[in-house]
């Protein structure tokens, strides 16, 4: 059922002209709401937490407004995973279908361990911050090539203070005389460099120091199985410090009047932490006090006097007193306050000093990103007026309180959580049997909506997961309700967004909420904007499909070639191609494309006089802007061992029934030396010089070609045809040319002399940040004069490349413990037992799916998430109980 949108005016003493003023505003910012649609994404994954090489499965959501209608506007979803160095490892283009996919993803054998962050969008997303992109935190350890366990503290010797790592084996054994590379981040840039060589215990000990207080420390070492290892130390999680902030309720504090602070506790990694807040008078004493809820956020109640001074400082269990900078306090101004505790009413109050009291209106708007659902006006003639409005008709999630003054300007906003039960999805489960034994088939029944509704169609999707294997946190995670309702509306970090939507004592997470929104930075709409200056033409464009773009000009120039005749070419059937003209400027467009992951195209150009003279230069656009992810744990290889220890012996059952490689991918060589043999202009993702090995232009002149000059001189590379081959996995390399991905068979025309240097990038502490084009290392060509140098040897008129296409999910193998059946395990060790991304219910809201226990008996966790055809959201969770076979 839609939610009733509706717009109340209740205009006290309001002129006809008044009143088609603040008409026409509220009509201009609809307008804006309306060519600024707000796509949200949800991703429902089988869990949290994984190891390298087993596989995310997931279900994308993909919904529009505070409505949650399934959108239709994008049919492409993003999707990357960012490693704790915040480098993208892994992408995905993943097809919609009315705001709905699936996808897999299988994890490296290479990949740090550490704190991960599933984020996706789509292109229309990026017209707005990537604060709004979805984002899912994910832990993820590795017992495929790591094998290491660490454990970081902080150590003194009484004068300074040490970074301790300690290096041990899965096993428990330490790692001695072992030399351990590491690099202070700051942002992408090396703050400071060095080694350390553990001791018998396998020990290392790092300074702490103005250069890596704080900041993320890089490892890099070898571990007992001769593999390099790479880890990332947290520093500020090892011995986080508090910070306290005080955040008056819309900005301002007035003197004789009651105030509400918010209060925001949180640590150096980025976690809340219990605060108890005191102000004091001039004489010392205490005359209020306030205190957060264990995710950091409170509230404080505060009556000043115009008179007094006032100090506030805060007290946190295990810290010294922290004394904090007062708020100003104004004796002439106005103050805010909001009251959203009452189920049917929503309160707000405006308070006004004596001096600025006046005829003027004051306009109250709710609204979401400008799309109003209630404005009323009042005078600014009394000290303390008050707002009220009826819940029923207002949606469910956050919306914005505006205070605007005679123009419209905001004088104050707010914004507040709302939950109205119509607005989400009946959702009934059941299984078969609550209490079954191993091997055992079991049914889960489901039912949405209510025999009253027009329709109960829904999509759902749901995981069945083993607990006794995974340390669960699902009600703290971010859930279906947390990610459409919450966080696609909120600015920065939040700790567990699920914790606000879990069923117990649903009145108390409702305060906790509006303590969030109280000292949360959120999407704003911007009211100066000029109501008759609707921005219709957006940098990204709603994408149906694929998207293949460029830009044709004239040889050996930069000026473009106008209008010519450009054709798309598959290489799979040169037949099967489209054809486009460029614009004035030269650029072509090819949109709404599908085709599979890694094709390959040929595009070719030809100019108004039908000749090939034409560079053609393919426009790869950068990913979105990546955020420095809040916090981050150490040493999940040891917290996580006895999950990563089970997951290591199910692979050995899945290595031999062939549903998983036997091989681990990774390179023989480590070379963490920044080598200064690469040019400045260097495209190396890296940064120049950071590479396995360099050769420069120097070591290359004797030779005709460039896959002769290389071949036996690249350690880890054989060459056949003149085509480099990993000598490890047994791929072919990835090329890339002043930035531009090209195919290998280019490799032996590129003149020598144009050739500045070639860096090789092998070890995953490299080849990570190139994502799936990196699996097999790749070879980094910078020419001497930049992009220029490759019109000496691209064919004219044509180019050849591998694009990114839409990545096919897998399908899920799921035993079947039938007689004569051969999807079996000998040894059934599985964490995930089920993943059913498309459970679709029928016209009388029923559906159905059913899976086999495995051998290992525990509780079995079903979570059951999706939406109906209405937009309301649902989400249920069943616990079974499964007993070793009798």
Aim: hydrophobic fraction near 35%; aromatic fraction near 8%.
């Amino acid at each position: 059922m839609l939610k009733k949108i509706c717009l109340f005016l209740s205009l006290l003493s309001f002129t006809v002209a008044n009143a088609q003023r603040i008409e026409d505003r509220i009509s201009a910012s609809r307008d804006h709401y309306a060519h600024n649609q707000q796509e949200k994404i949800y991703i429902h994954t089988d869990r949290h937490h994984y190891t390298a090489g087993e596989t995310i499965w997931y279900k994308t959501y993909n919904t529009l407004g505070i409505t949650n209608m399934l959108s239709a506007l994008s049919g492409i979803n993003y999707i990357e995973l960012i490693d704790p160095k915040n480098h993208i490892v892994a992408d995905q283009r993943i097809q919609l279908s009315l705001g709905l996919g699936s996808g897999s993803l299988t994890l490296a054998d290479t990949l740090v361990e550490g704190s991960y962050r599933l984020r996706a969008y789509t292109n229309w997303m990026r017209n707005f911050p990537t604060d709004y992109f979805f984002e899912k935190s994910l832990t993820i350890t590795n017992g495929r090539t790591d094998n290491t366990v660490t454990q970081t503290s902080l150590r003194s010797d009484g004068k300074d203070t040490f970074i301790a790592v300690e290096l041990k084996t899965l096993s428990g054994n330490p790692l001695p005389k072992t030399t351990v590379r590491y690099q202070v981040m700051e942002g992408d840039k090396i703050a400071q460099k060095g080694s350390e060589r553990t001791d018998e215990q396998g020990l290392i000990l790092i300074k702490v120091t103005e250069k890596n207080r704080n900041k993320d420390i890089q490892l890099s070492f070898t571990n007992l199985d001769e593999r390099p290892v790479s880890k990332v130390i947290h520093t500020a999680s090892i011995k986080p410090q508090s910070s306290v902030q005080l955040l008056p309720e819309g900005g301002r504090i007035l003197a004789g009047t009651l105030n509400n602070i918010g209060i925001k506790a949180i640590r150096s990694d980025g976690l809340g932490v219990k605060a108890k807040v005191e102000i004091i008078d001039a004489k010392q004493e205490v005359i209020g006090t306030g205190e957060t809820n264990h995710l950091g956020m409170g509230s404080l109640a505060f009556l000043p006097s115009p008179s007094e001074s006032y100090t506030f400082r805060a007290l946190i269990e295990g810290e010294d007193i922290q004394q904090i900078p007062a708020p100003q306090v104004e004796s002439s101004g106005m103050s805010f306050m909001v009251n959203n505790q009452n189920p049917t009413k929503l309160f707000a109050q405006m308070n006004i000093s004596d001096d600025l009291l006046s005829g003027d209106p004051v306009y109250f708007v709710l609204h979401h990103l400008g799309n109003t659902f209630y404005a009323s006006r009042q005078k600014m003639d009394r000290q303390n007026i008050v707002f009220s409005v009826d819940k029923e008709p207002l949606p469910s999630g956050v919306i914005t309180i505006s205070v605007l003054d005679a123009a419209f300007k905001p004088l104050f906003e707010r914004p507040i959580f709302l939950w109205q039960a119509a607005d989400f999805m009946p959702l009934k489960i059941h299984a078969s049997n609550n209490q079954v034994s191993t091997r055992e088939k079991v049914t889960i029944n489901t039912e949405v909506g209510l025999p009253a509704d027009s329709t109960r169609l829904a999509s759902l999707s749901a995981s069945v997961v083993n607990l006794a294997k995974v340390q669960d946190t699902t009600d703290l995670q971010a859930n279906i309700y947390s990610a459409l309702l919450l966080e696609a509306d909120l600015r920065g970090h939040i700790e567990s967004p699920g914790y606000y939507f879990s069923s117990e004592n649903r009145a108390e997470k409702l305060i906790d909420l509006d303590k969030l929104l109280l000292t949360q930075g959120w999407r704003k709409y911007d009211w100066s904007e000029d109501p008759q200056a609707v921005d219709t033409v957006k940098a990204f464009e709603a994408e149906e499909g694929l998207t293949i773009k460029g830009f044709t000009k004239k040889l050996g120039r930069k000026a473009a070639a106008p209008l010519s005749e450009v054709q798309l070419i598959s290489t799979e059937n040169l037949t099967d191609y489209i054809d486009t003209l460029s614009s004035e400027e030269g650029f072509f467009h090819f949109k709404d494309l599908l085709f599979p992951d890694s094709a390959k195209f040929l595009i070719s150009a030809k100019d108004q006089k039908g000749k090939n003279n034409i560079d053609i230069i393919l426009d790869l656009p950068e990913p979105p802007e990546i955020q420095a992810a809040d916090g981050g744990k150490n040493d999940l290889n040891g917290l996580y061992l006895d999950e990563l220890l089970a997951s290591k012996k199910f692979f050995r059952e899945l290595e031999e029934k062939g549903l998983m490689p036997n091989t681990i991918d990774i390179a023989q060589v480590v070379v963490t030396r920044k080598v200064e043999k690469a040019p400045e202009h260097s495209r190396n993702l890296n940064g120049p010089g950071n590479a396995d090995q360099v050769i420069t232009w120097e070591e290359l002149q004797n030779f005709a070609t460039v896959d002769m000059a290389l071949n036996g001189r690249l350690v880890g590379v054989r060459f056949q045809g003149g085509i480099p081959y990993s000598t490890r996995g047994g791929g072919i390399m990835q090329i890339v040319l002043d930035g531009m991905y090209v195919e290998p068979e280019m490799l032996s025309s590129i003149p020598v002399m144009d050739i500045a240097s070639i860096e090789v990038l092998r070890n995953v502490n490299y080849t990570a940040v190139y994502g799936s084009f990196g699996g097999n290392g790749v070879i980094v060509i910078t020419t001497k004069i930049g992009s220029e140098g490759r019109v000496n040897y691209v064919p004219k008129g044509i180019l050849s490349f591998t694009a990114k296409g839409i990545s096919e999910a897998k399908e899920f193998y799921q035993p079947t413990y039938e007689v004569a059946s051969d999807q079996t395990f000998e040894n059934d060790l599985r964490t995930t037992i089920h993943w059913a991304p498309f459970v679709a219910t029928d016209e009388h809201g029923k559906a159905s799916f059913d899976f086999y226990t495995s051998d290992e008996p525990g509780i079995y966790r079903v979570i059951l998430e999706g939406i109906d055809v209405s937009g309301r959201i649902g989400r249920k969770v069943l616990d079974i109980t499964v007993d070793k076979e009798n």
